[in-house]
C-alpha cells in the first residue's frame, strides 16, 4: 500500500488561535480515509490548508514525493488534490452544465474533459437531467451532487470532501456515502471530514479522531467504529 499525502507536524493559526496543534497523518493512495471529529476540532481548517487557501504555520504535506505546504491552491489542484468545498459553493446563477465546466478550469485536454463530463453524468444522471437547469433550482442533495461533480472534473489525484452530508435528509447521506463508494471504487483517493462519524468510519478504510487541533485516536475505521471513546463520545453509546 503506497503512502499518497503525508501530513508532518501540521499547524494552522488564525491570528492567536491555535486551530491545528502539530498533526501528522496519512492517505494511503486508493484508500477512503475518515478525519472525524466535534465541531471546531480543526476538520476545516486542515482541508483548508491541504488545499492551500489557509497557510500552514509549520509543518509539511507531502503529496507523491513533493512538499505542497507553501504552494497557491490552483498549483495544488493542478497536481490533482481536489477540494469539494463546506456548504457546497456552487454558482446559483449558473447552469448545472456551466459549474461542472468551471470544474475543469485547470484542464486543456478538451477530449479528457469530454470524459470527466461524461462520467460525472454516469454517476449522478439527475445531474444530467439537470444539465440545463440554473444551480440554484436544485434541491440541497443535487447541488451536493453537483459540487461533487465539478471537482470530479478537475480530475482529481485525491478527493477532499467537508462534511458532504451536512443539513441533507437521511436518505439522501446514503446516497451520497454511496456514491463515494462508487467513485473510491473506480481508483479515487479520499479524505472525508465528517461530523457524521458512524457512517464515515463505516465506509473508511481509515480513520483519525481529531480533539482540539490533535490527533487523539488513529486505526482502522472498523476498530475506531468499536473504539469504546469513539462509541462514548461520537456514537452516542
Ligand atoms: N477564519 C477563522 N478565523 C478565526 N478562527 C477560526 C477561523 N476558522 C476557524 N476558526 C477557529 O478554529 C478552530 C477550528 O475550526 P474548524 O477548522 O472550522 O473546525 P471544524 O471544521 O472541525 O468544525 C475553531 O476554534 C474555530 O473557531
Ligand atoms: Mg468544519
Redesign the pocket.
Known sequence: MSVLLRVRELAVAYGHIEAVKGITFHLNEGEITALVGA???????I?QALSGLTPARAGSVMFQDEDISRLPPYEIVRRGVVQVA?GRAILTTLTVQENLALGAYTRRDRAGIKDSLAQVFDLFPRLKDRAGQFAGNLSGGEQQMLAIGRALMAKPRLLLL??PSMGLAPILVQEIFRTLVTINRSGLTILL?E?NVRQALKIAAHGYVLEIGKIVLADSGANLLGNPKVIEHYLGG
Open positions: 465541531n471546531g476540532a480543526g476538520k476545516s481548517t482541508l463546506e467537508d462534511e471530514v461530523q
